[in-house]
Nanobody
Framework: QVQLVESGGGLVQPGGSLRLSCAAS????????MRWYRQAPGKVRELVAA???????NYADSVKGRFTISRDNVKSTVYLQMSNLKPEDTAVYFC???????????WGQGTQVTVSS
């Protein structure tokens, strides 16, 4: 059974930090690009960060310098370290796995991040 399970979301004050985790199972993790998306109410889902199977990264302009994506292929887990959080970062964050060869994807259920004072 394929699973992507996010954790680490919650309520944090502006300027704070949070680390999201996504534990993967049921597929060959190391062969997939891993990505984080987010979606705020009334807004389109956007790609936040991506990490290819070869190790290259890509970030949305809005989070560059503040967010870092990383992966542990032994633990089959991808992380999103978020620093200097802003209210506009408030969203449901989704973990996504992408098989690069055929573009097949899996999605996690999402975890809520709320940045508010």
């Amino acid at each position: 059974q394929v699973q992507l399970v996010e954790s680490g979301g919650g309520l944090v004050q502006p300027g704070g930090s949070l680390r999201l985790s996504c534990a993967a199972s049921g597929f060959t993790f190391s062969r997939y690009a891993m990505r984080w998306y987010r979606q705020a109410p009334g807004k389109v889902r956007e790609l936040v960060a991506a990490l290819s199977s070869a190790g290259s990264t890509n970030y949305a302009d809005s989070v560059k310098g503040r967010f870092t994506i990383s992966r542990d292929n032994v633990k089959s887990t991808v992380y999103l370290q978020m620093s200097n959080l802003k209210p506009e970062d408030t969203a449901v964050y989704f973990c996504n796995a992408l098989r690069e060869e055929n573009r097949y994807t899996y999605w996690g259920q999402g975890t809520q991040v709320t940045v508010s004072s």
